[in-house]
T-cell receptor, first 114, second 117 residues
Framework: AQSVTQPDIHITVSEGASLELRCNYSYGATPYLFWYVQSPGQGLQLLLKYFSGDTLVQGIKGFEAEFKRSQSSFNLRKPSVHWSDAAEYFCAVGGYSSASKIIFGSGTRLSIRP | GAVVSQHPSWVICKSGTSVKIECRSLDFQATTMFWYRQFPKQSLMLMATSNEGSKATYEQGVEKDKFLINHASLTLSTLTVTSAHPEDSSFYIC?????????????FGEGSRLTVL
């Protein structure tokens, strides 16, 4: 079965500190992995995605994620967070074909401490 | 990048009425579109997969007679919430992937907030 687990519901970090958001997935084939960000009342914006190749993926806004097949993880990182990074972050998994559905994790809410 | 447009962005209706939400892919063709529902402070729940020219595929627990989906063309899918009730109030988001080629990325509409009085 296809599933995504984001174990951290809410994380608070100080501005300028490093960040890591956890994501574990379950998928029967080669997964297509995504991280999306959502600001309150807004739609979703893609931060980065991984399908194959280099397991360390660079995204927008200084984010990166590392795919670890042995751990079924795709954790999101940022070396130094900014107050504008406060938002809800969703990890998602699916297949590559256009008809493959994509399932989202429960999300992690990120708060930034001044 | 590819754009998915959703309309209306918000709607308020009386209980018992039906509401239609449109989802359009503006610069690419999408044989498949997805409809998600999001409750406040919760994740996106996949409701159904909309297939151009055929019936939608609904996720378990989603009432197909309640949430009617029509995928009339390669660029348009509609979700109709029939006989809406207050518990149907939610944020509905559509998404689409390019029919062929592309990066496989799922593009999202801006969402439609439905409030049923």
């Amino acid at each position: 079965a296809q599933s995504v687990t984001q174990p951290d519901i809410h994380i608070t970090v100080s501005e300028g500190a490093s960040l890591e958001l956890r994501c574990n997935y379950s998928y029967g084939a080669t997964p297509y992995l995504f991280w999306y960000v959502q600001s309150p009342g807004q739609g979703l914006q893609l931060l980065l995605k991984y399908f194959s190749g280099d397991t360390l993926v660079q995204g927008i806004k200084g984010f990166e994620a590392e795919f670890k097949r042995s751990q079924s993880s795709f954790n999101l990182r940022k070396p130094s967070v900014h107050w504008s990074d406060a938002a809800e972050y969703f990890c998602a998994v699916g297949g590559y074909s256009s008809a493959s559905k994509i399932i989202f994790g429960s999300g992690t809410r990120l708060s930034i401490r001044p | 990048g590819a754009v998915v447009s959703q309309h209306p962005s918000w709607v308020i209706c009386k209980s018992g009425t039906s509401v239609k939400i449109e989802c359009r892919s503006l610069d690419f063709q999408a044989t498949t579109m997805f409809w998600y529902r999001q409750f406040p402070k919760q994740s996106l729940m996949l409701m159904a997969t909309s297939n151009e020219g055929s019936k939608a595929t609904y996720e378990q627990g989603v009432e197909k007679d309640k949430f009617l989906i029509n995928h009339a063309s390669l660029t348009l899918s509609t979700l109709t919430v029939t006989s809406a009730h207050p518990e149907d109030s939610s944020f509905y988001i559509c998404s689409a992937r390019a029919a062929s080629g592309g990066t496989g990325e799922l593009f999202f509409g801006e969402g439609s907030r439905l409030t049923v009085l």
